[in-house]
């Protein structure tokens, strides 16, 4: 009975073994960015150095870079790994360095966010550093009136993978907020839930209390987060990282690389072949169309870069489906050819 206890006790508590995650490539799979190695410095704030999904925020006199790493605790698969390059031995007021996920808004309705039966979230995850010491969590809510919860983590043993799970209850802290009318989050595809991963934070962000939920949107750590940024070679790895409903957390749930991918390309597209355009009119313009694999989140700001088919862009109509491209100049025998990225991030 025992055991039999212990394998209830670790199942969901509702909806099914699949898509429990509400974060999108927490296993880290999908790099269609880069997967080399990128630098964060001063004023950073973006998606271009990191793992899909994964957002970073540097404001410190240091930088540190990102990599795709093949460290994992299961040791397959793929890992997300920073390395401080120069170092910040002091932070000021307004300096911070952390690593997010924005989850889409739409995608937190089962929460219940606001009601009296907003539900617990549970948040797992491998991480190995060489700087051991307190380090600490964010989740932010930014919808209706922003909440934010921080919750301290200690990394005991240098460059060991070690396992984390922290339970957020919408009442942590002995707080309402959650559970009111101000704790909803609107059913569109803004911004539901910011999670963030401290690496450092100054003065003006770390007056928050561990394991409770606060009215003040610039509390997102405590004063016992440490400076991972003080030392050049600081590292720090994380690996299957979950955020699932439920005071339990349950095994990792591993996505086929064709799920994340599309997961991913709601937010974020890059062609891997040159698209084209038809040959031209008399007068030497062509049109070209593409459907995108998946519609994405709004209608995306888009790049092309020419890819020597003759002629030039000089147009292109794009939505959440997909978009036209316009050429002229071509000659004759000539098709456009280019290639493209489009950008639908929270």
């Not at 909806?15 to 927490?26: D, F, M, Q, T, V």
């Not at 790493?69 to 007021?93: H, I, N």
């Not at 360095?97 to 309705?109: F, G, L, M, V």
């Not at 997102?220 to 440490?226: I, K, M, R």
């Amino acid at each position: 009975m025992g055991n039999a206890r212990n394998l209830a006790d670790n199942l969901p508590v509702e909806g099914s073994l699949s898509g429990r995650n509400l974060l999108i490539n927490g296993g880290f799979q999908v790099f269609q960015r880069s997967s080399a190695v990128t630098t964060a410095d001063a004023g950073f704030q973006g998606y271009y150095t990191t793992a899909d999904r994964w957002k970073i925020y540097e404001n410190t006199q240091g930088a540190f870079t990102t990599e795709r790493s093949t460290d994992t605790p299961s040791g397959s698969g793929s890992s997300f790994k920073a390395v401080v390059t120069t170092a910040a031995t002091a932070l000021s007021t307004n300096h911070y360095a952390s690593i997010e996920q924005i989850i889409e808004a739409q995608n937190c309705q089962h929460l219940a966010y606001g009601t009296s039966a907003a539900k617990t979230l549970t948040l797992s995850f491998f991480v190995k550093s060489s700087k051991t010491g307190i380090y600490t969590i964010a989740l932010y809510k930014p919808d209706t009136t922003g909440y934010l919860y921080t919750k301290e983590y200690t990394i005991n043993s240098a460059n060991t993978w070690e396992k984390k799970t922290i339970n957020i209850t919408p009442t942590a802290g002995s707080t309402s907020f959650i559970t009111s009318s101000g704790g909803a989050i609107a059913n569109d595809n803004g911004q539901g839930l910011i999670l963030g991963f401290n690496l450092a934070w100054g003065d003006a962000f770390d007056g928050g209390t561990s394991d409770v939920w606060s009215s003040s949107t610039s509390n997102y750590s405590t004063t016992n987060q440490l400076n991972w940024m003080d030392t050049v070679g600081n590292t720090f790895i994380l690996s299957e990282v979950q955020l699932e409903v439920g005071s339990q957390s349950t095994p990792f749930e591993h996505r086929s690389f064709g799920d994340e991918l599309a997961r991913c390309q709601r937010y974020y597209q890059k062609s891997v072949q040159n698209g084209s355009t038809s040959y031209p009119s008399s007068d030497g313009y062509a049109r070209g169309m593409y459907l995108f694999p998946v519609r994405m989140r709004n209608d995306p700001t888009g790049g092309y870069t020419d890819a020597g088919g003759g002629g030039s862009v000089i147009g292109n109509e794009t939505n959440t489906d997909g978009f036209f491209v316009t050429y002229q100049s071509l000659a004759a025998s000539q098709a456009g050819a280019f290639s493209w990225t489009m950008d639908a991030e929270l």
